[in-house]
């Protein structure tokens, strides 16, 4: 069965760091692209940053461009989201997605991680 399990998030001071990993299995990994989300009390799950399925290419929120970078290492089937500078408006639960295209629906497969909670102190 697909799985994906985050890890390392935590508690943080402002200005601090984390790095989370997401650790997938029954899947081909190499076939993926994959990204981040997260969600706040109260608020709507929102996109964090993304990778294609080589590593060539990111994309990021612009709240988090210049503080957090996605990278993937295909041999462990492992996508990592490295976060500095961290700030209180950061704290939320962090998901780790994998979406792969279906060309003969026009649309992609999405699975999604049980998350990792993350928070910031002020």
């Known amino acids: 069965q697909v799985q994906l399990v985050e890890s390392g998030g935590g508690l943080v001071q402002t200005g601090g760091s984390l790095r989370l990993s997401c650790a997938t299995s029954g899947l081909t990994f190499s076939s993926y692209a994959m990204g981040w989300f997260r969600q706040a009390p109260g608020k709507e799950r929102e996109f964090v940053a993304a990778?294609?399925?080589?590593?060539?290419?990111?994309y990021y929120a612009d709240s988090v461009k210049g503080r957090f970078t996605i990278s993937r290492d295909n041999p462990k089937n492992t996508v990592y989201l490295q976060m500095n500078s961290l700030k209180s408006e950061d704290t939320a639960v962090y998901y780790c997605n994998a979406r792969i295209s279906i060309m003969s629906i026009k649309g992609h497969l999405d699975y999604w991680g049980q998350g990792t909670q993350v928070t910031v102190s002020s």
């Open positions: 990778i294609s399925w080589g590593g060539g290419s990111t």
